[in-house]
């Protein structure tokens, strides 16, 4: 038996709201399970009681602190469609601005290292049309889904299963990286929908800054001459990611703040 929508909204606006979760959420959990636009469901009168028990599932999920995106399967970027599970970081809206000043240098030989779902690497290659991008990941389970997203986009990325740079033997024009950056202690304290993210891809180890001495050391090797090392930082590390860059001789070192005023990435070029 069919349940009017009206009601069928109100039980998943309560169940999240019960629940510590944002009510707001149950519109774009409905618009999920019946496979349309939150928009379109002013359209729609009655909800089936097969969709009703799917509905429920998700809302479940999404009370035990399972992030939307991964229950929806998917998350934009860049203006861009991105599949995503749970054996990659979610992309965040602060990522675009590393892809942005990426964008602006205009290189067309880039590594992007830690690609994840492989958005970074990605979008690169669809707004920089004549750029050959590799992109590389520790996680073999990653670059499934990054290798399903460059065809979902339609772009030709190169990627490599590699420790940072042990698999990598090419240089390039730029690198680009948003690695694990957050502090061991912290994680614990992390919102229940980021620990549901792989530890691996959020640990950088005691200082935070395990990833970023490894990859300000060895890029070098791996940038051409005025070769440009991008990264993406947490908001608090700028000082400390600069002092580790100027200690590698990188030169012309710049910060761009997010939309929140927080030192966001770090430009520098090889020294």
């Known amino acids: 038996m069919a349940q009017k929508m009206k009601d069928v909204l109100k039980y998943g606006r309560d169940f999240l709201n019960e629940n510590g979760v944002d009510s707001r959420e149950a519109r774009l959990l409905l618009a999920n399970t019946l496979q349309v636009e939150p928009a379109e469901l002013i359209k729609i009168t009655e909800c089936t009681d097969g969709d009703f028990d799917r509905y429920v599932i998700d809302l479940r999920r999404r009370a035990a602190g399972e992030p939307f995106a991964y229950i929806a399967g998917r998350k934009e970027f860049m203006k ?5 599970n749970k054996n990659v970081l979610i992309p965040r809206e602060d990522t675009e601005i590393l892809v942005l000043e990426a964008i602006k240098q205009g ?4 590594l992007d290292l830690c690609t994840g779902s492989g958005c970074i690497a990605i979008s690169l290659a669809k707004y920089l049309s004549n750029a050959e ?10 670059l499934v889904v990054a290798k399903k997203n460059a065809v ?7 990627f490599i299963q590699s420790d940072l740079f042990e698999n990598i033997e090419k240089k390039y024009e730029m690198i680009v990286s948003n690695p694990p950056y957050i502090r061991k202690e912290e994680l614990k304290y992390l919102q229940a929908e980021v620990k549901r993210e792989p530890k691996r891809a959020l640990d950088g180890g005691k200082s935070g800054l395990d990833f970023y001495e490894k990859i300000i050391a060895e890029a070098n090797y791996y940038l051409k001459p005025h070769g440009t090392l991008l990264l993406e930082i947490g908001f608090d590390q700028a000082k400390e990611v600069t002092e580790i860059l100027k200690e590698c001789h990188y030169r012309k070192i710049k910060k761009v703040k997010d939309l929140s005023g927080n030192d966001r990435v770090i430009i520098a070029e090889r020294g």
């Open 80 to 84: 861009l469609p991105f599949m995503v």
């Open 133 to 142: 991008v590799d992109a590389s990941d520790i996680s073999s389970r990653a």
């Open 152 to 158: 979902l986009n339609g772009v030709k990325v190169n």
């Open 107 to 110: 290189k067309t030989r880039i």
